[in-house]
């Protein structure tokens, strides 16, 4: 079997995340294995013992995530499934960077581990939040964002109605309010600690990218496309990259757009939840995009 893999972000971790994976597959309890070692504490406690409020802590759920759709990847290799692309959605594309042979898997590991520290006290060090507008064209939401005074600007297109700002608390609840004056259906906050791809993670960024100039980065050895242009990934600088990366927009419905128009229509979302599977169906009824999160999932889509 041969499909794209999409790989989530933040927001979907849950109590007991990857444990069939774990219990089922050598190699996903592998990948379990290596990131406990790695990161110097167990990952599989932490994915199967720890409570939602632990989990959401964007410095345990960005190991947590990565770790799962790695083991999940890794179970569907193991049945023979080949992937000819991939993406992930913000800290997904970290998975899609070890995916594709950018990075070796320790190398990922160390790095998401940087990413979450970095970004926690990000948040922790700023009062920000994020909220995705509902039912209004992106347009109108940039030029409301554009008005508003302080920090506030859309940061992940996911698909068309759906659109995520993020910025300073008090920017972004006026910015949500003028959004639903201008014909929003909803503008609904997220269950998130800080204003993520903007401004006010630079000093994180630039850490990051301090961090990664002393990993080792390859060409991708499949095509992986990128959530800052939505283009395919092609860049001369890896840490440089890193550090725009956690600054811009995810330019998730652009990014499956130009996916779909090389011809990757069937894709796989490996990892926690369904939530790139809920875009996709709004993106374009040409693509099929299935969830692979427990070992459920793995058997049904090899069989």
Known sequence: MICTAFFPGQGAQHPDMGHSLYDNSAAARNIFDRASEIVGYSVSDLCFRSDKEELSRTVNSQIAIFTCSMAGLAALRERG???????????GEYTALAASGVLSLEDAIRLVQRRGELMQQAADSTDGCMAAVLGLDDATVEQICAQIEG?????????????????????????AAACKE??????????????????????????????????????????LYTNVTGELLDVPQYPEYLERHMVSPVRWKHLVQNMMADGHTNALEIGIGKTLTGFARRISRDLTCRVVETMDDVTAVTE
């Open 81 to 91: 499934v080949q992937i000819d692309a991939c993406a992930g959605f913000s800290l």
């Open 151 to 175: 920090i506030v600007l859309p940061v992940n297109y996911n698909c068309d109605g759906q659109l995520v700002i993020a910025g300073e608390r008090e920017a972004v609840t006026a910015a």
């Open 182 to 223: 201008a014909g929003a259906r909803r503008a609904v906050p997220l269950a998130v600690s800080g204003a993520f791809h903007t401004p006010m993670m630079e000093s994180a960024a630039a850490q990051l990218r301090t961090f990664a100039e002393d990993l080792t980065f390859h060409a991708p050895e499949i095509p």
